[in-house]
């Protein structure tokens, strides 16, 4: 039997999971547990074409960890089970690439905790649970800040106090990171270059949104900060605000900190603008109807994306390709076109022929021969923890 990688991604209150193998990115199983902690937590399964729901009788990270070990061995798959890898989401300055778990970056992730208080204690409610499960199997921890770790001071530091940093860890630290390594890698490949000598600037578009700047393979600077908060519109999230919000909204509604920041993650972004929905699929149907919301939403979205794209053109110097990823980067030929057309001083001319074809999983050029390339590549971040994890657990060399 094959050795698989199972890959899980925690939050505080799910676990989505996927059974994957290292070598070919083939997904044997794969699955999503909801609601954790709740009455009604449950959790469903895909194998093939097959889906099926289940509640969980124990509704916890290790009652969902149970689900999936039975799943397992009812599909025999269990056996092929090599190694765990899981995703995290902060590594602060701690960890500057993916690493086995033991102990003391146990310790480590905890410390992180926190800088992401949302997502490091729920990733450490699955590390545990599948230790607890996978007893001797090697488990990974692979870190959505790491790939940030080579970002110059000039481009991490906030121009603030050093105190700040010093004392309490206050810099830029970018999130995304293996999404970009993922989509970097299949860039240089597309560009039938060594990734070393490529210049990139990749978008990723989801419900979180960033973009970053990728020199020879390395992150040289990108828009997200200490948060995922910075930078961007995104979904649900303002992206950059005046930080004299706080005291303002402070005085003028009697927000607190709290009441601001919740405000800001999530009733603002397209939904806040849009008055609709945070998402970019319903408010393209609104905005062809003539919704003035979500047209403005989608404006405002496309421009803050491509002045952003223009600024992460100062570290890099010169571009070879503009990589789009991510469920809007991947779907939304509307968004692409938009932000190609704004940037066509860069040397971008938009092919919409090949713009509107390359949805829904197609890959490709979106960009004239003869122009910059602008390109749609499916990122993968399963895979990419399936084969950092496959490298640490010695069952691959590369
Ligand atoms: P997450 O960050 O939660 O993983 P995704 O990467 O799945 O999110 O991206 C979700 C976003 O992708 C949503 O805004 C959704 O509307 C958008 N999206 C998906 N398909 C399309 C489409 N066909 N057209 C426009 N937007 C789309």
């Known amino acids: ?29 794969s699955g999503l547990a909801e609601k954790l902690g709740l009455p009604d937590a449950g959790i469903s399964f895909r194998h093939g074409d097959s889906k099926h729901s289940q509640r969980l009788e124990e509704g916890n ?17 269990f056996d092929s089970v090599a190694a765990v890898g899981h995703r995290i989401v902060h590594g602060g300055e701690h960890f500057t690439e993916s690493t086995l778990i033991d102990n003391d970056v146990i310790a480590g992730i905890e410390a992180c905790s926190r800088l992401a208080p949302l997502h490091n204690p729920g990733h450490l409610l699955g590390i545990r649970s599948a230790i607890e499960s996978f007893p001797g199997l090697p488990q990974a921890a692979v ?71 990728v020199l020879g393979g390395k992150s040289v600077d990108t828009t997200m900060g200490l948060t995922p908060l910075e930078g961007l519109v995104m979904g649900s999230r303002s992206g950059d605000i005046d930080p004299g919000l706080f005291g303002y909204l402070g005085t003028c509604m009697g927000l607190d900190t709290q009441g601001v920041t919740d405000l ?9 603008l849009s008055g609709l929905s945070n998402d970019c699929r319903e408010l393209e149907e ?9 047209r403005l939403a989608l404006e405002i979205f496309a421009y803050r994306l491509a002045k952003y794209i ?25 968004i692409r076109a938009r932000v190609i057309e704004l940037l066509g001083f860069m040397g971008f001319a938009l092919d919409s022929e090949s713009n509107e074809r390359t949805i829904r999983g197609k890959a490709g050029r979106i960009t004239r021969e003869g122009s910059v390339p602008a390109i749609v590549i499916n990122t993968n971040e399963e895979d990419m923890i399936a084969r950092d994890t496959a490298r640490l657990a010695g069952l691959t060399s590369h």
């Open 1 to 29: 039997m094959k050795p698989s990688i199972l890959v899980i991604n925690c939050g505080s209150s799910s676990l989505k999971f996927a059974l994957t193998d290292p070598a070919t990115g083939e997904t044997h199983l």
């Open 61 to 77: 990270h290790r009652g969902a960890m149970h689900a999936i070990i039975q799943q397992l061995q009812h599909l025999a798959l």
């Open 143 to 213: 870190f959505d800040t790491a790939f940030h770790q080579t970002l110059p001071e000039r481009a991490y530091r906030y121009a603030l106090p050093i105190e700040l940093y010093r004392d309490h860890a206050v810099r830029r630290y970018g999130f995304h990171g293996t999404s970009y390594r993922y989509v970097s890698e299949a860039a240089a490949e597309w560009l039938g270059k060594p990734l070393a000598d490529t210049a990139l600037i990749c978008a990723h578009l989801g419900n979180g949104a960033s973009a970053a700047a």
């Open 264 to 272: 800001l993650n999530k009733q603002s972004g397209l939904l806040g």
């Open 286 to 294: 609104a905005a062809a109807k003539g919704h003035a919301g979500a």
């Open 310 to 334: 223009s600024a992460l053109m100062v570290p890099l110097g010169r571009l070879d390709a503009l990589v789009f990823t991510g469920g809007i980067g991947e779907n939304s030929a509307t």
